[in-house]
């Protein structure tokens, strides 16, 4: 169990494609989720927003995301996510390495992601709206897109403060 350091923007590694996992690496799987969990109750407690976070942004370049909404945790494994059809939205995005830093774009509405859990059983979540649009911006970053690829015009970007945390 550990806290880990999050990856910020210009960092070459939350530009990498990150590798499938191999079930005979259900171990790695499980620390990597352990600590991805620590890792975003800490920032949470810092930063005051956050519900999900990506393996490649504690420097694990693998694919695997975790999710933490009131309490409730998911791991994906291996996730393949795809929108349910093509209606979309546009939502001020942000994202733990770049705290502070919003941007306005636009996100399918409706999608479905099948992943394996810890114990490489397949699943499946169906997300509409805000919990679409997380899962989207968290499975990007499993293929190094971060959500300022996303802004359209520089009217798009813009700077929050109380994003900013207390460090
Ligand atoms: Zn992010």
Redesign the pocket.
């Known amino acids: 169990m550990a806290i880990r350091e999050i990856l910020l923007l210009g960092h070459d590694h939350l530009r990498a494609e990150c590798a499938p996992l191999e079930d005979t690496q259900k171990e790695l799987a499980a620390k990597v989720a352990e600590d991805l969990r620590d890792t975003l109750l800490n920032f949470r407690k810092n930063f005051g927003f956050g519900r999900a976070i ?1 393996a490649p ?1 504690i420097d694990a370049l693998v694919r695997i995301l975790y999710m933490n909404i009131s309490g409730e945790e998911t791991v994906f494994v291996n996730p393949v996510l795809e929108p349910v059809d093509k209606e979309t939205f546009y939502v001020w995005d942000d ?3 770049f705290p502070g830093l919003e941007v306005w774009l636009k996100r399918y509405k409706h999608v479905r992601i099948k992943y394996l859990d810890l114990n490489w059983q397949e699943q499946e979540l169906l997300a509409d709206g805000d919990l679409a649009e997380l899962l989207q ?2 499975y990007d ?1 499993l293929d190094g897109i ?2 300022v690829d996303h802004a359209q015009t520089s009217k798009s970007l813009r700077f929050n403060k109380d994003k900013m945390g207390k460090a």
């Open positions: 990506a942004q994202c733990f390495s911006h968290e970053h971060l959500a």
